[in-house]
């Protein structure tokens, strides 16, 4: 029995379109007693909505197959926050959903929260980011909840979460305080606590090198960097991230 942990997008689909053959190779993973679970950077969306998606692409999914960066970020904060508290958020509104759905405690107010969680948001603006920085010389601890610089969609990519850390990171001149979308190692244990297996039996199956690649390297998976979405062979060649297998699409996993 092997684990497959499937980034979405760029790898299962593009925006609205389905990779061709997608679907064919999770039936045939799972026919014959693979466990399969997606795990998705990606904060603007609810796991639910995920999976309502993938079902509809003829990809059976139940939500709790589905694993993405708001759910990590609210399961690190349960485990971290002391009582009192508080969590300020920029970000839309599947993760304020998913953090509060976990009991966390968020703030209206943005003078000196404990935490604040930033998030992809397509409203960002000036304002919101002298509030994250004010908050983190103030002594905030800054959490992102993925570290994509951009998003890609079936006509083209779109600015994401990474380029909001890179203005902070910017203006702050250190590092923000965590990632816990891949790569981080944070992800990785969910997804394959998730499968119940252990990590040299799972395949971790992505388009980004500095993500998907490097978390499953780091994280003693088996990578393997398909081609349908960010990343292309010329770069997987010079990319200090070395995936284990290089694939066309999605459809070939099934062959390795």
Known sequence: MRG??????????????????????????????????FLSNKPIATRQSYAEKLTKMGIP??????????????????????????????????????LQSHGIALTGDS???DYVVLSWDRQFTYDKLNIVYQAAVSGSKIIASNPDATCPLDHGQIPDTGTFIAALEAATGRSI????????LIAAEAAVEHLGLQYADCFMIGDRLETDIRMGNDAG????????????????????????????????????
Do not use: C, W
């Not at 497959?4 to 799972?30: H, K, N, P, S």
């Not at 139940?62 to 690190?76: K, P």
């Not at 305080?177 to 981080?184: E, H, I, M, N, T």
């Not at 081609?227 to 770069?235: K, N, R």
């Open 4 to 37: 497959y942990v499937f980034d979405l997008d760029g790898t299962i689909y593009l925006g609205d379109r389905m990779i061709e053959g997608a679907a064919e190779a999770i039936r045939i993973l799972r026919e014959r007693g693979d466990r399969v679970v």
């Open 61 to 98: 999914t139940s939500v709790e197959d589905v694993l993405n960066s708001s759910l990590i970020v609210a399961r690190y904060l349960q485990k971290r926050m002391a009582p009192g508290e508080r969590v300020y958020v920029i970000g839309e509104q599947p993760i304020h959903d998913e």
């Open 111 to 113: 003078v000196n929260p």
């Open 177 to 184: 305080d965590l990632v816990v979308g891949k790569p981080s």
């Open 221 to 256: 998976m088996q990578s393997v960097l398909v081609l349908t979405g960010v990343a292309t062979a010329e770069m997987a060649a010079s990319s200090e991230y070395k995936p284990a297998h290089v694939i066309p699409s999605i459809k070939e996993i099934v062959r390795l």
